[in-house]
Nanobody, 126 residues
Framework: EVQLVESGGALVQAGGSLRLSCAAS????????IGWFRQAPGKEREGVAC????????YYHDTVKGRFTISSNAAKNTVYLQMNNLKPKDTAVYYC???????????????????WGQGTQVTVSS
């Protein structure tokens, strides 16, 4: 069974850090682009960071550049999102997704259709 399971979401104060994890089972990350996406209430889902481990590519949304880092651990089939200097505007449900043909560049949620996780809540208080 294919699954993506996110974890690591929490309530944190502004300026704090969190690390989200996305553990995959049933397929290998090497053949997929993996992305972290977020959706705040009343807003569209947006791409935060994407990685293509096979091609060695990463992409970040402008609003998180310099603060967030996406990485992967092939041995654990897990992708991480290290989030530093968190801001209240980062509050959202964060999802990871995988797609075998989506481009890393642009991290477009609409192009990730293969697998999605259930999401993890990140809340940043001011």
């Amino acid at each position: 069974e294919v699954q993506l399971v996110e974890s690591g979401g929490a309530l944190v104060q502004a300026g704090g850090s969190l690390r989200l994890s996305c553990a995959a089972s049933g397929f290998s990350f090497d053949d997929y682009a993996i992305g972290w996406f977020r959706q705040a209430p009343g807003k569209e889902r947006e791409g935060v960071a994407c990685i293509s481990t096979g091609a060695g590519l990463t992409y970040y949304h402008d609003t998180v550049k310099g603060r967030f880092t996406i990485s992967s651990n092939a041995a654990k089939n897990t992708v991480y999102l290290q989030m530093n200097n968190l801001k209240p505007k980062d509050t959202a449900v964060y999802y990871c997704a995988a797609d075998s043909s989506a481009p890393t560049y642009g991290c477009n949620a609409g192009l990730f259709g293969d697998y999605w996780g259930q999401g993890t809540q990140v809340t940043v208080s001011s």
